[in-house]
């Protein structure tokens, strides 16, 4: 399984980013699909998650500025950021994960996002 993810970079606040991330190796039906983020000196935490029903769950600190979708055909997970804030600042990580036996966890590799105020 591989995840790559991409899409990162510096931008303004108030603007957007679109990350992406293409998997190979496992298919979306019956997994969560997510994005997190960690900032530095901080744990990773979960930023947006879809499951395979299409039922999302967002964090607080983005609901309503953030859209993640998956395309289970193409094998592409995205995740739509808008008005961006220094305190989006993080590497995010494009996530697969199965909760019931047999489970399991795919990490990307992460990609920068740098919001400068």
């Known amino acids: 399984v591989q995840l790559q993810a991409s899409g990162g970079g510096l931008v303004q606040a108030g603007g957007s980013l679109r990350l992406s991330c293409a998997a190979s190796?496992?298919?979306?039906?019956?997994?969560?699909i997510g994005w997190y983020r960690q900032a530095p000196g901080k744990q990773r935490e979960l930023v947006a998650r879809?499951?395979?029903?299409?039922?999302?769950n967002y964090a607080d600190s983005v609901k309503g500025r953030s859209t993640i979708s998956a395309d289970d055909a193409k094998k592409t997970m995205s995740l739509q950021m808008d008005a961006l804030k220094p305190e989006d600042k993080a590497v995010y990580y494009c996530?697969?994960?199965?909760?019931?036996?047999?489970?399991?966890?795919?990490w990307g590799q992460g990609t920068q996002v740098t919001v400068s105020s």
């Open positions: 996530n697969v994960s199965r909760t019931i036996t047999p489970s399991y966890n795919y």
């Open positions: 190796g496992i298919t979306f039906s019956g997994n969560y």
């Open positions: 879809i499951s395979s029903g299409g039922s999302t």
